[in-house]
């Protein structure tokens, strides 16, 4: 099969046309996916971007994204596959008599009567495709089972049909908060990317890209705080979407240079605990 | 191959620092290393980490292991030889001749041996205010070279001469001064605000410049003994298998932030398990709902969430010296998961015991709470020398009316108990009334029941005795616990 993308330096200008900052990690790692057609395992804090990730290398490489978001109690007739039983019903009902049992259990088991759910679809269709498996962490060990086939030999095998399968072999992310360890064998079979927190220079571009007619001056100082911040010791950091969300309300309050009394007064835009408001507020002021 | 057989090594090292390294893993490493070249090293280091480590919390270990192995690759990491100044060394004197503000200019063999250790500290300084980072590398090789005092052979590890070199430069101080010289600097006064970001920026770029130092040390060391020899000596336990009595400031620091992740992920487990260990009883309304799309046929039955009951927890732990970190992560971990128990009372001790419940209460912060346990609990009885018996015998005394049949009683502590009374009748009475009760020992095995340690007597009227020495051991015990 045809390799997507290039080089390592492809994949990050690519994503950065999507308005997609990657850095070192994120590219290789998305590069080197491609490469090896293997699935790509991204954890990380909430609100850095791993969600998006996938969606902007669906639109990077024109694919169409199929998502599957994960919740407890997720099955297989949710994510792979269903039998329309009550299609398969109607048939049977339909003409009684004419056919002979075997006939109606072959065509009642057809294709005709499958539901298709994200998982077949996505390895099924015709066109290029991402497969965005989102915070796979929600669903039950034993539902992690369900991936493994289709992760690793892009297949997927319903008893009544046969094996069906990849026409083409899709990009597939998978998401994870960490609210529980991972089982190994879903691990083991995917590449692995840690998202973390942006460090202060690409925090910096996130907001110039992200937020329109934000100075540099301003977008530099709300990245410098937002760093600071992210040191103390609290409940919740604030995420990089917070950032965001504090520098659009900064541009909208016309903010031009942040000091002390606006910062705290918007603290609560970035931080969602009143510990932590009030920690980083004391915090900030100290003199020294 | 050359670069197979280092990607053996290399793997080997990391199995033996205790990652689990599958040999998929392995395979898919080396496909991956096929398609990026060793010479581009960031992007190499990703992509051995994307295939070879699977869990963020061991990403540190995996990056010193990547240094150690791959540190000597690559183009710009040569180490230069004495008497051989680069381009950059030349440029680093034209400054240094600016610095001073005379342009006698040194001669181009002068090297770094024509400075002073303050004048170096005084070029360091600039570097550091610009954020220069390409300066600030150069000078961490140069310092290295000239104050480090590297011996070829001596089997040292880095810190030794890390220590020599930051001692050289000063760089304790550094932080201070460089706020001194920017607040000279800028004219107006800084707002307290400012001020602070500039306190992190400066804090920040010195930490990074001691990371150049470190590395360049560690480059040297190996190219002195070879990489698998170095490996052994750098090699460090993952922070789940730190030990809580021999922990370092610096292994209590990722102990600290290994702790929350691992907390969050058993809340989460345990109420999962909550829900799903067993099956409720039929639901009736449920059941005959789904039954209309089967034509009034009860296919499909539907179960009632179970809810079992949450135990209440009582928590009893030492907090003497050697014993003190092992009390303060159970603790924060106890109440880190505080949701998934119906009740958490907590008592520390010494020789005299305390309730501390009101400090957890009073703050979300479990943190700040340890904090005020350590200097507010009234826990001294006589001389502040563990007295396991007084203090059981008291506890006892004041709130055995307490425990009942749903009260589950942690006992923390070495049961080094100084040769005093074991009052062990006090244990085997807590035992009738509550529903457990399990003693948690910080201290190996092998230690129990040796010197004044009585475990063993107090153990035996207990539901169990548990090793518990690091964070794993911990989270195993919790988990069967709730």
New interface residues.
């Given amino acids: 099969m045809k390799p997507r993308f290039k080089d ?1 330096a492809t994949v990050r200008s690519g994503l950065k046309k999507e308005n997609y900052l990657a850095d ?2 994120i590219a ?2 998305v ?2 996916a491609d ?2 057609g ?1 699935p ?2 991204i ?2 804090p909430a609100g850095t971007g791993k969600t998006q990730l996938a969606k902007s290398v669906a639109e990077m490489t024109g694919a169409r994204l199929i998502r599957l978001q994960c919740y ?1 109690g997720l099955d297989e007739s949710k994510a792979l596959y269903e039998w329309n039983y ?1 299609k398969q019903l109607l048939r049977i009902q339909a003409d009684k008599t004419s056919d002979s049992w075997s006939e109606v259990h072959d065509d009642i088991f057809s294709e005709e009567f499958l539901l298709t759910r994200p998982l077949l679809e996505a390895i099924t269709s015709e066109e290029p495709v991402v497969l965005l498996i989102d915070e796979v962490d929600r669903v ?1 060990v034993e539902t992690e089972a369900l991936l493994l086939e289709i992760l690793s030999e892009y297949q997927v095998s319903i008893p009544e049909l046969g094996t069906i399968t990849a026409k083409q072999i899709p990009l597939v992310f998978l998401t994870s908060n ?4 991972l089982s ?1 064998a879903l ?8 998202v ?1 927190y942006p460090d ?1 220079e690409r925090e910096k571009e996130i907001v110039l890209t992200k937020v329109p007619d934000i100075s540099e001056n301003l977008a530099d ?1 709300i990245a ?2 937002v ?2 911040i992210r ?1 103390l ?1 609290l ?1 919740k950091a604030p995420s990089v979407s917070e950032t965001l969300d504090w520098a659009r309300t900064l541009m909208l309050l016309g903010i031009e240079t ?3 009394k606006e ?1 705290k007064e918007t603290l609560h835009i970035l931080l969602k ?1 009143q ?1 932590d408001i009030a ?1 980083a507020a004391k ?6 | 191959m050359p670069v197979l057989d280092l990607m053996s090594g290399f793997i080997a090292e990391l199995r033996n620092a205790g990652l ?1 390294v ?1 040999l ?2 392995n395979l ?1 490493a080396m ?2 290393v096929k ?2 070249p060793i010479e ?1 090293r ?2 190499f280091k ?2 051995l ?3 070879l ?4 919390a061991h ?1 540190r270990v995996f990056e010193t292991i990547f240094e150690v192995y791959f540190s000597l690759r690559g183009p710009e990491y040569e180490i230069n030889q004495e008497g051989q100044p680069d381009d950059f060394w030349r440029e680093m004197q034209d400054q240094m001749d600016q610095v001073k503000g005379q342009g006698e200019g040194k001669g181009s063999g002068g090297g770094m041996d024509s400075l002073t250790p303050e004048e170096i500290a005084a070029m360091l300084m600039r570097a550091l205010m610009n954020g220069d980072q390409a300066m600030m590398r150069a000078l961490a090789k140069q310092s290295v070279q000239r104050f480090a005092g590297m011996e070829p052979g001596r089997p040292v590890g880095g810190t030794y001469y890390l220590y020599r070199t930051l001692r050289n430069l000063d760089l304790d101080n550094m932080l201070q001064k460089l706020i001194d010289a920017n607040r000279e600097m800028s004219n107006q006064a800084l ?3 400012e ?3 500039e ?3 400066f804090e ?1 770029r010195i930490e990074q410049f001691k990371q150049e130092v470190e590395a360049e040390i560690r480059r040297r060391l190996v190219a002195d003994r070879g990489a698998e020899a170095m490996a052994k000596t750098l090699r460090k336990p993952l922070p789940e298998d730190v030990e809580f009595m021999h922990a370092s400031r610096d292994e209590m620091q990722s102990l600290k932030k290994a702790l929350y ?1 691992l907390t ?2 058993l809340a ?2 345990l109420a ?1 398990k909550r829900r ?1 260990g067993r099956k409720g009883p039929l639901d009736f309304r449920n059941t005959v709902r789904h039954s209309l ?1 089967y034509g009034g046929v009860p296919a499909d039955p539907k179960f009632r969430y179970p809810r079992p009951a949450k135990p209440e927890l009582m928590v009893v732990a030492d907090i003497s010296g050697s014993v003190a970190a092992f009390a303060r992560f159970t603790l924060m971990f106890v109440y880190a998961i505080q949701n998934q128990f119906s009740k958490v009372r907590s008592f520390v001790f010494i020789d005299g015991i305390d309730e501390v419940t009101k400090f957890f209460k009073s ?3 479990i ?1 700040e709470a340890i904090n005020r346990v350590n200097s507010e609990a009234d826990v001294v009885w006589v001389d502040g020398h563990s007295d396991y018996g007084h203090a059981f015998e008291v506890f006892f005394e004041r709130y055995g009316k307490d425990i009942n049949s749903k009260t589950t009683v942690l006992l923390l502590g070495d049961a080094r108990n100084n040769y005093h009374a074991a009052q062990s009748w006090v244990v085997k009475e807590m035992r009738k009334r509550a529903r457990h009760v399990y003693w948690l020992n910080p201290e190996p095995k092998s230690y129990w029941n040796t010197g004044d340690s009585i475990v063993g007597e107090y153990g035996a009227h207990t539901d169990g005795v548990f090793e518990c020495r690091n964070l794993r051991q911990l989270e195993g015990f919790v988990e069967n616990l709730a």
Wanted: glycine share 6%.
């Fill in positions: 390592v070192d990690g290789g790692v590069y080197l490469r090896l293997k790509v395992l954890e990380g407890e009550k039950e960490n609210t529980r360890e190994e691990k083991r079979r995917c590449l692995y990317l840690h973390d202060l100082q410098r705080i760093r600071s040191q010791d409940k942040i000091d002390e910062a605990y510990t920690k915090e900030l002021s100290v003199t020294k | 689990p599958s998929t893993e898919d496909e991956a398609v990026i581009d960031d992007a990703y992509a980490g994307a295939t480590v699977k869990n963020n990403w707002s307290s605000l001020e602070r970001l306190k992190d920026e920040s992740p969050r992920k989460a487990r999962r799903h799309s703050t979300e912060d943190g």
